[in-house]
């Protein structure tokens, strides 16, 4: 359990390993009555047949300064395992041990007074998160810029909305200069620009060395954020390892319950044995329900010769290759472009390009092109993910995705070094105002 060892008196800064997990489980009794939840406390874990288990014998080490991600289904033990890190529930076996100051954004505004203004919470968690009074004085300024809630910093947090909630809970976390930051998918419930800013916070404190403990279904944010990675399923470790690997894994097997549950006729290919081996395609994550399969891919020039590195601002074209096992009425071809940190840079696909592709009758070859202009990114190495599907733009079933079927490398000047592209043809105008008249 987390007690005096957990905090052992601030080795924290010695201490490689920033929070440390041996055989958790957690477990929920089924029995209502409080005489049988008192006797569950005088037996041991091992002699528990009943009840739920949330958490089963999981353990991993996270290291100080290491951003690491948890992925899984609702329900695999992701919000139990990170409240057992937190300090708020109890485990039912197991250690954690958590060496440095902890700032969890777990439930949305929990640990918030509904009665307190947002200021009188701000000052309340950060004494609770070890702050004085002064070092909070220092830091409100920056939360409430950070928060963005007007006026309503000084009414109660009763009245706010759920975003306004989870505005200053996460601006709160993110200015306390936690040691650990532990996010558990709060930042879902946020609109884009504020989702945005919260996770260029984050990835602003893994560059200073806050380590990072980061639940998300957004599986490119986890990829861009964490080097290594957890996935949990029925409450039991799947997988541990590099953030890549792991979350290609997870997905797969979700494609492969998505196809297991579907209707017979959209998953049976024809009878023949199917060669999923891929042809000139670098990627090794491949998944879908294989009525379609893409068999090659290349990155061509503006003369339509194969190439590994292009030009911003070239000419080029991604020709996918794929054969079709069985017949599919209305296809979806798409690829899209990553970068090194797995963050999605541009992308596209035939629907969305309103690109109309005829019905694709079984056993026949096909080729497709996709064209456009290398924007001006930064130079660095560049993959791109290839996919087909079976659908419309709401809705569709996936046949075939190759993760990382081509690598390639970007060229660029040193203007296109900041950002993700570089803008052109900005256009700047002065305005002069005298006595209030435009010139």
């Known amino acids: 359990m987390r007690g005096a ?21 957690k477990n929920y009794p089924l029995e209502g009555s409080p005489a049988a ?4 406390l005088f037996r041991s874990a091992a002699k528990l047949s009943d009840g739920i288990w949330a958490l089963r014998d999981v353990s991993f080490a996270v290291e100080r300064g290491e951003a690491f991600g948890i992925v899984g289904a609702n329900g695999s033990g992701k919000s139990t395992l990170l409240q057992m890190i937190a300090g708020i529930l109890r485990p039912t076996s197991g250690t954690v041990q958590v060496n440095g100051r902890l700032s969890a954004l777990l439930e949305l505004g929990s640990g918030f007074s509904p009665e307190f203004s947002g200021r009188d ?7 609770i998160l070890g702050l004085s009074r002064q070092e909070i004085d220092e830091r409100f300024a920056s939360i409430e810029r950070f928060a963005e809630i007007g006026d309503f910093i000084d009414q109660p947090i009763r009245t706010y909305s759920t975003g306004m909630v989870l505005r200053l809970a996460f601006a709160v976390s993110a200015h306390v200069d936690p040691e650990i930051l532990i996010v558990d998918e709060a930042l879902a419930v946020g609109d884009i620009a504020f989702r945005q800013r919260c996770m260029r ?7 200073r060395g806050t380590t990072i403990l980061f639940v998300s279904h957004d599986t490119t944010d986890v990829k861009a954020l964490c080097e290594r990675c957890l996935w949990l399923q029925n409450g039991r470790v799947q997988a541990l390892g590099p953030a890549d690997g792991v979350i290609q894994d997870y997905l797969l097997a979700t ?18 044995a199917i060669d999923v081996e891929p042809m000139g395609l670098e990627g090794s994550h491949r998944y879908g329900d294989r009525r379609a399969l893409i068999v090659g891919a290349e990155l061509l020039d503006h003369a339509y010769r194969p190439v590994r590195e292009v030009h911003a601002g070239e000419r080029v074209t991604v020709r996918m290759r794929f054969r079709v096992e069985d017949q599919i009425e209305s296809l979806i071809a798409g690829f899209l472009v990553r970068n090194t940190r797995g963050e999605n840079i541009f992308g596209s ?8 592709v005829p019905v694709m009758a079984r056993g026949h070859t096909h080729a497709i092109d996709f064209h456009w202009t290398m924007p001006e990114v930064p130079s660095a190495t560049y993959t791109i993910s290839l996919g087909l599907a079976d659908g419309d733009i709401e809705q569709s079933r996936l046949s075939d995705y190759v993760d990382d079927a081509i690598t390639f490398r970007v060229i660029a000047g040193d203007e296109a070094r900041r950002g993700i592209f570089r803008l052109r043809s900005i256009a700047v105008t002065l305005h002069h105002h005298d006595r209030g008249v435009s010139k």
């Open 5 to 25: 060892n957990a905090w052992s008196a601030r080795r924290i800064n010695k201490a490689v390993t920033a929070v440390e997990v041996r055989n958790l489980s």
């Open 37 to 40: 939840r008192l006797r569950r």
């Open 349 to 356: 696909n035939t629907a969305r390009e309103n690109y109309p």
């Open 121 to 127: 919470n701000v000052y309340l968690n950060g004494s």
């Open 201 to 207: 916070r984050i990835h602003d404190l893994r560059a």
């Open 255 to 272: 494609t492969r319950r998505e196809i297991a549950h579907a209707p017979a006729e959209r998953i049976e290919a024809s009878g023949d």
